[in-house]
């Protein structure tokens, strides 16, 4: 407990009303803190600021309570740089074929993948919106804490914890274990093919692991020592990586210039319009395009975020629908489409027919596309955990910010922790097949909640503002993607996802809804505080 709260010895105690004003007049942690502390969901913290300082013998702990909260360090290149980073993985590079076996056709392909683009960019600037009206980082589990959790005592504050349930727990590091491991493969390839080396199948998974096990260890290292190396780093790589696209780009023109469009004239031969194929094929494109909301999770460390992330949106999103666009031009015009949807690796395929000497530059492309795409996620799910733990959905320490980086270090280190355990597992993308229609779900009750603060919050000031029926249409439109998939092709990925949401439930009810709490936590969130440095946030940011 802070100084000015303790106790002195020749005072009378005060009584427990007295005590709450002296923690509401200390101004050192925020509302939610505070809020949660009082009714007894989070345990009061042991060590503070000047305990660190006073352990710190060489004095280069320079931060004061005040100090110490995310800081805004990303501007409008470095949030695009964010959105390009997240959006654009392995998947435009190894395996963009998903929406062509779907749609049938070439022509129907592209009008998918033009079409996906243009939802995304719709679902982000109506998170934009979002952004404003609730200036905090987390995206949907802060936009479901504003819109329903005022509307019921047990149901409201519900969506949030199960988004953090799935998607913190689950999804994002399963997610970044696959992405790491495929970042593995494309350093291990090359170098074993170049020196001929002949090893094991067992050899050959572990040396991969190992790989991947050092990139994530990289990836940790700079999200947990500063945003600003991120950024920097993250600018740099979401800059070659648009340079490679580019360059993919141009071999299809190349091609299509020398008079070989045989790939491209068959149009719209063989589509298959029936609804299910639509869907499924839309539901492809849209898995692709995921993380148009990278932004609007950070939103705390934007620098002017109502300008910056509207801004960064409208450019970041459609650029990423046109270079994905385009590059399908190019794959296709190269490409037959039974080679697009046979080959291991599409880019590389490619590479070898067009590129010539250049060829290398695919799988170079692809390794620095996955690295920047999990150092990215990695960096926003790690914000997430660090909102839920503020406001009592996570575990408390999850919420503290070391006192020289801030960062959020103890987040940074369980999302690495559990991608590690998911990268050491079996099967991960079955975890990402059974969650994946989940984040669909999300964003339709995303899109309803922006329709809910339009009336909660009506007076709030709203710099951005999307047209009402963007959202509507979209919720509509969310709630067919998630459930057409379970209904027209089932499987049972789809039931355990259904259980593990249930499981929430039931941790949900004793330990937030109840707020029962071990008793060991109290020793718990002391130790991380003492092992990595870190202590609570000292205040909400400014809007």
């Not at 352990?55 to 695009?80: C, H, M, P, Q, T």
């Not at 679902?123 to 609730?134: D, I, S």
């Not at 395009?289 to 300008?307: L, N, Q, T």
Request: hydrophobic content about 50%; some cysteine; charged content about 15%.
């Amino acid at each position: 407990m802070a100084d000015s709260e303790k106790t002195q010895t020749e005072a009378p105690v005060p009584d427990a009303d007295e005590q709450d004003k002296l923690l509401m007049a200390d101004g050192q942690h925020n509302d939610s803190y505070l809020r949660s502390q009082e009714e007894g969901t989070l345990p009061k913290t042991e060590l503070t600021v000047s305990d660190v300082q006073t352990k710190e013998k060489n004095g280069d702990v320079a931060a004061s309570s005040e100090e110490v909260n995310l800081k805004r360090e990303l501007g409008l290149f470095s949030a695009v740089s964010l959105i390009v980073s997240v959006m654009i993985g392995s998947g435009i590079f190894v395996s963009p074929s998903s929406a062509l076996q779907r749609a049938g056709s070439v022509g129907e392909s592209l009008i998918i993948w033009a079409s996906c683009g243009g939802i995304s960019l719709l679902g982000a600037l109506a998170f934009a919106e979002l952004g404003t009206v609730v200036p905090q980082s987390g995206a949907e589990y802060s936009y479901f804490r504003a819109a329903f959790s005022p509307l019921h005592k047990f149901f409201g504050p519900l969506p949030s914890f199960l988004y953090v349930w799935v998607v913190v727990l689950i999804l994002r590091p399963a997610e970044v274990a696959i992405i790491v491991l495929t970042f593995a493969e494309y350093i291990y390839s090359p170098i074993a093919s170049a020196i001929n080396a002949e090893l094991s199948y067992f050899k050959q998974e572990l040396l991969k692991k190992l790989i991947g096990t050092l990139a994530l260890g990289v990836i940790t290292f700079v999200n947990f020592r500063s945003v600003k190396l991120f950024v920097s780093m993250n600018n740099i790589f979401s800059s070659f990586k648009i340079v490679i696209c580019m360059v993919v780009i141009g071999g299809g023109i190349y091609n299509l210039c020398l008079g070989n469009v045989e790939n491209l004239s068959s149009g719209f031969e063989g589509s298959k319009t029936g609804l299910k194929d639509i869907i499924l094929a839309i539901y492809s494109g849209l898995w692709a395009y995921d993380g148009w909301s990278s932004v609007v999770i950070v939103s705390e460390e934007v620098i002017k975020p109502d300008k910056n992330i509207p801004r960064s949106i409208m450019i970041g999103v459609p650029l990423v629908t046109c270079l994905y666009t385009m590059m399908n031009v190019a794959y296709m015009s190269v490409l037959t489409v039974g080679e697009m949807i046979s080959v291991p690796a599409v880019a590389v395929a490619f590479g070898d027919k067009i590129l010539g000497p250049l060829k290398f530059i695919v799988p170079v492309g692809v390794a620095l596309s996955t690295f920047s795409c999990a150092m990215g996620i990695q960096f926003g799910v790690s914000r997430l955990c660090f909102v839920a733990g503020r406001e009592g959905h996570m575990l408390e320490s999850i919420s503290y910010i070391h006192v020289r980086r801030y960062t959020p270090a103890p987040a940074v280190g369980m999302q690495a922790l559990l991608t590690l355990l998911f990268m050491l597992s079996g099967d991960i993308i079955s975890l990402i097949e059974f969650a994946s229609f989940l984040i669909w779900t999300f964003y339709g009750l995303a899109f309803f909640a922006l329709i809910v603060l339009r009336k909660t919050k009506a007076d709030t000031y709203r710099p951005y503002k999307v047209p009402i029926v963007i959202p509507v249409v979209l919720a509509v439109l969310s709630a067919v993607i998630a459930g057409v998939p379970i209904v027209m092709d089932p499987a049972p990925e789809y039931i355990a996802a259904i259980l593990f949401v249930l499981l929430g439930v039931v941790v949900y009810y004793p330990l937030v809804y109840k707020k029962k709490r071990l008793p060991c936590m109290e020793k718990f969130n002391y130790f991380i505080q003492v092992l990595m440095e870190v202590v609570p946030p000292a205040k909400m940011p400014d809007n």
